[in-house]
């Protein structure tokens, strides 16, 4: 029996653990790239891309489409499935899907408030990382914010504004935790998180990753309970439950 031909659109903060476990799936994976930082950008922005993306699937291609993303504010509410059923994890965000679930990742928030997650992902693709969206500002403990650049950009005053805000902006942060996930790059970024941790005087904490939500998703192994699984037709919509999202027709 032929395996189900998946396409994947996911942040690139997952890109490092999905293409290990791609080789392994019990489906036959094919990424479809798309732009770092969508995230960080509107939620209508994300919604675009993505329902672009979906769009230009075509079922002599693929059987069905799974979406790397979280509500991730919002950006997935409103999407369509078109000819291919759509897959979409019922996650907050990318943090809980690299701990394994909601709850793991509520828990450590509901522990310690104050936290700033990091993984090998996210710093591989972060735009302080030197080369990925340079021209841009980027804030949080990696942040390529700095006086002089303000300077140059909005002036004197401005930039004395700005940067007190930014400090504001971090102040409540009091841990650096690392999601550790057997990547093989993943101690020279661990090695990184802890540095910036330690230049801002904040815990740094080591948590163990858990790819089984990330698995499942490639396996094609939808449980309800993490998935939503929009039909032909349908689209999503927030559920304002446990579930997060669910779906109506479009």
């Known amino acids: 029996m032929d395996r189900l031909r998946l396409c ?6 997952f890109q490092p653990e999905l293409e290990m476990l791609a080789v392994e799936a019990k489906t036959a994976v094919t990424f479809r790239r798309l732009e770092t930082g969508l995230h960080e950008r509107s939620a209508g922005a994300l919604h ?16 069905a489409v799974a979406i790397g993303y979280g509500l991730c504010h919002h950006g997935i509410v409103g999407l369509r499935a078109r000819t291919l059923p759509v897959v979409i994890p019922r996650a907050h965000d990318c943090i809980g899907m690299l701990l394994g679930g909601n709850r793991c990742y509520l828990a450590q928030l509901e522990a310690q408030p104050g936290t700033y997650f990091q993984s090998a992902g996210w710093l591989e ?9 340079q021209p841009g500002f980027t804030f949080g403990p990696n942040s390529n914010v700095t006086r002089e650049r303000l300077v140059e950009r909005y002036g004197e005053e401005n930039a004395d ?4 805000q930014f400090d504001g902006f971090t102040r409540h942060y009091e841990r650096l935790a690392y999601i ?12 990184a998180a802890k540095k910036t941790a330690g230049d801002r005087n904040w815990k740094f904490e080591r948590l163990p990753g858990d790819l089984g939500w990330l698995r499942r998703l490639l396996n094609g192994e939808w449980n309800e309970r993490e998935f939503l699984t929009l039909r032909p037709g ?3 919509v927030l559920t304002f439950d446990e579930l997060l999202i669910g779906a109506e027709p479009a």
């Open 8 to 13: 994947v659109m996911a942040c690139p903060t």
């Open 48 to 63: 675009d891309v993505l329902q672009s993306a979906i769009d230009r699937e075509a079922d002599d291609r693929c059987d």
């Open 125 to 133: 693709n972060s735009s302080a990382n030197g080369d990925v969206r």
């Open 161 to 164: 504004y700005l940067l007190g």
């Open 180 to 191: 550790a996930t057997p990547v093989p790059a993943s101690p020279r970024w661990e090695a």
């Open 234 to 236: 349908e689209r999503v």
